[in-house]
């Protein structure tokens, strides 16, 4: 096509966004920072990671354009691509506190994380997305999305973040990819050979007409020009992450259990009038509910015996702890949900749009307080939702508006402390978990933590399980193990010597004593995630790429 922004690479579109004479690139391939995670599993590396940073002007505005080179690795994000994006957008982040207005502008074309280097990548799109979040308070922060690849599983999140989001007709958006929702619950669920049901679900002009897109462009570098000066120009708006009580609205309106179609959502999400949601706090019910580990942990750590909820898959409650209101959070299972494919304990639309509001709520109350109440998440999570109506819906969007909820708050001055008590996979963890200002975990052989279930990982990289086993003997970032994981640094506290599924009283007094401890260190710190580069695993090298390229990065600044 004559002009078109998506047949362009990622360096290129780059270039035919700004202004002729001001493309200046950070990091490129002459410095060499590629993956070190690829070549020990058979990869040929690329020497810019696939990532393109280059500052410049559009229309005489001082720009940061990040762009994604989807034809390396699928677009995915490791240590070092994350590193580069979330660099680059901290330091835009302190020019932008200086009084130096720079904008982000951030070209998707990616499959999320990057399965090779799973771990960092998690850690990496948290790192991104909380960077989004804070720069939000100074400057409109504009995602674009031309095409070919999309922009897919943990950057679906990120770009849901986003001011405004922009996109041509060639382009997608969705957290899971049909191959997974395939993979995890059947052909019945979503036929991956069905090209037409997957453009009319998650192409951009659905997109657009059900909220998750702004606005929708013609595949000329022009017209998208056209588009990013306008968004760069229009006044502030609220984020599409705070629309809860429309969300919730509508998903107590919709019945999953009736047949639907793209076009007949488009006009149910149309007649949806949004209406006050009660905040649903847990309170004392019957001995009969859940008794997963993040409902176990819940009901230790409150002290309620039997804890029922309004939304059952979502507990939440204030509670004393050493004269401080502390409030706690936890998604569980409920076999009984209107909406299957949470049963089990997996973060889908509702248990993401009712965190963010329990959240938010919290920030509300004590918005004119000078000490702002500890929020504890009790993190036992599975993954995301898989579901064809979960994609049509938008859980990209309900899972982004509970992480910006969680970091929201904890830029606002909450601690925010995960533990981990169970298993922390995908984009649940994203959504509730990886704002953490502080995490901890226990000690437990049967955690897993990591971006893709085993099945779904093999059939993604083309690999068998077993060979996934043996990457992993290299790789501790793709390893399920939560020892593994706490050999990158992210944790604050690993607990060992915790009868995971039989606490006993001795057992919460040290997870208790622990998150007290953790809310304690979090007082005069920075109210970033810059904690987790500064453990000792992460200076002993467990980030060791990640400091690099964020070194490097400041030199050329």
């Given at each position: ?8 690479n990622?360096?290129?579109r ?5 202004d002729?004479?001001?493309?200046r ?8 920072l590629?993956s070190p995670?690829?070549?020990p ?8 990671d696939?990532?393109i940073?280059?500052v ?5 505005r001082?720009?940061?354009i990040i ?9 995915g994000i490791g240590?070092?691509s994350?590193?580069?994006i979330?660099?680059?957008l901290?330091?835009a982040l302190e020019?932008?506190?200086?009084g130096?207005?720079l ?5 998707f074309?990616?499959?999320g994380v990057?399965l090779q280097?799973a ?6 799109i948290?790192?991104i ?5 804070a720069l939000?308070k100074?400057?409109p ?8 690849v999309g922009?897919?599983?943990g950057m679906?999140?990120t ?5 405004t989001?922009i996109a041509?007709k060639?382009?997608r958006?969705g957290?899971?990819?049909?191959e997974?929702?395939?993979q995890?619950a ?19 002009n659905q997109?657009q ?7 929708v462009?013609e595949?000329?570098t022009?017209a ?5 000066d306008?968004?760069l120009?229009?006044p502030v708006k ?5 629309q809860?009580?429309?969300?919730l609205?509508l998903l107590k309106a919709l019945?999953p259990t009736?047949s ?8 149910f999400?149309?007649?949806q009038?949004?209406v006050?949601?009660p905040?649903?706090l847990?309170?004392e ?12 942990w ?8 039997h804890?029922v909820s ?8 204030d509670v004393?702890?050493n004269?401080?209101l502390c409030?706690?959070?936890?998604i569980?299972?409920?076999a009984?949900s209107r909406?299957p494919?949470?049963r089990?304990?997996?973060?889908g639309?509702?248990?993401?749009w009712t965190?963010?509001?329990i959240?938010?709520d ?6 004119n307080s ?5 929020i504890?998440?009790v ?6 939702a898989?579901?064809y109506?979960e994609e049509?819906v938008g859980?990209?969007?309900a899972?982004?508006a509970?992480a ?10 909450h601690?925010?402390?995960?533990v981990?008590?169970?298993n ?9 978990g990886?704002q953490?200002n502080?995490?901890i ?8 933590i990591?971006?893709m279930?085993k099945?779904?990982a093999?059939?993604i990289t ?10 992993t003997k290299?790789?501790p970032?793709?390893?399920y193990d939560v020892r593994?994981?706490s050999?990158?640094g992210p ?7 915790i009868?995971?599924d039989?606490?006993?009283?001795g057992?919460?007094?040290?997870v208790?004593?622990t998150?007290s401890e953790?809310?304690?260190?979090t007082?005069?710190a920075p109210?970033?995630l810059?904690?987790?580069l500064e453990?000792?695993?992460a200076?002993?090298g467990?980030r060791a790429?990640?400091l ?5 990065l400041?030199?050329q600044?």
């Amino acid at each position: 096509m004559l002009n078109s922004f998506v047949e362009l690479n990622g360096r290129d579109r780059a270039k035919a966004l700004l202004d002729e004479g001001t493309f200046r690139e950070l990091l490129g391939p002459l410095d060499k920072l590629q993956s070190p995670h690829l070549e020990p599993q058979g990869i040929v590396p690329q020497s810019d990671d696939g990532i393109i940073l280059a500052v410049g002007e559009i229309r005489k505005r001082k720009v940061l354009i990040i762009s994604m080179e989807g034809a390396f690795q699928g677009g995915g994000i490791g240590e070092v691509s994350g590193a580069k994006i979330s660099g680059a957008l901290e330091l835009a982040l302190e020019e932008n506190k200086k009084g130096n207005t720079l904008y982000p502008i951030m070209i998707f074309d990616t499959g999320g994380v990057r399965l090779q280097e799973a771990n960092y990548g998690l850690l990496a799109i948290s790192e991104i997305g909380a960077q989004v979040v804070a720069l939000r308070k100074y400057v409109p922060v504009v995602g674009l999305i031309p095409g070919r690849v999309g922009a897919f599983g943990g950057m679906s999140i990120t770009a849901e973040l986003f001011t405004t989001l922009i996109a041509t007709k060639k382009a997608r958006l969705g957290l899971n990819g049909p191959e997974v929702i395939e993979q995890e619950a059947g052909v019945m669920e979503f036929d991956s050979s069905d090209k037409a049901l997957i453009w009319s679900t998650i192409g951009a002009n659905q997109r657009q007409h059900t909220g998750l897109i702004d606005d929708v462009v013609e595949d000329t570098t022009g017209a998208v020009i056209e588009a990013v000066d306008a968004a760069l120009g229009a006044p502030v708006k609220p984020a599409k992450t705070e629309q809860t009580d429309f969300y919730l609205t509508l998903l107590k309106a919709l019945d999953p259990t009736e047949s639907w179609t793209p076009e007949r959502y488009r006009e149910f999400y149309k007649q949806q009038q949004p209406v006050k949601q009660p905040i649903p706090l847990a309170k004392e019910g019957a001995a009969d509910a859940s008794d997963g580990r993040g409902y176990r942990w819940f009901s230790l750590l409150t002290g309620i015996t039997h804890p029922v909820s309004d939304v059952p898959t979502v507990l939440a409650a204030d509670v004393e702890k050493n004269g401080q209101l502390c409030r706690y959070i936890s998604i569980v299972p409920d076999a009984e949900s209107r909406f299957p494919r949470v049963r089990k304990g997996e973060v889908g639309m509702m248990e993401g749009w009712t965190v963010a509001q329990i959240v938010r709520d919290a920030i509300l109350q004590d918005e004119n307080s000078e000490v702002k109440r500890p929020i504890i998440a009790v993190i036992d999570v599975p993954s995301q939702a898989y579901g064809y109506k979960e994609e049509m819906v938008g859980i990209s969007l309900a899972l982004a508006a509970s992480a910006d909820a969680y970091a929201t708050a904890r830029l606002q001055g909450h601690p925010v402390i995960g533990v981990i008590v169970g298993n922390a996979i995908s984009g649940g963890f994203l959504a509730h978990g990886l704002q953490s200002n502080r995490l901890i975990a226990l000690d437990d052989g049967k955690i897993n933590i990591q971006a893709m279930s085993k099945a779904s990982a093999a059939r993604i990289t083309k690999r068998t399980i077993a060979e996934l086993d043996e990457a992993t003997k290299k790789v501790p970032a793709m390893a399920y193990d939560v020892r593994s994981y706490s050999t990158l640094g992210p944790l604050y506290r690993l607990l060992a010597g915790i009868q995971a599924d039989d606490p006993q009283r001795g057992d919460v007094a040290t997870v208790e004593q622990t998150i007290s401890e953790a809310i304690d260190s979090t007082k005069d710190a920075p109210r970033d995630l810059g904690f987790r580069l500064e453990t000792k695993e992460a200076l002993a090298g467990g980030r060791a790429a990640t400091l690099k390229v964020r070194k490097a990065l400041s030199e050329q600044w």
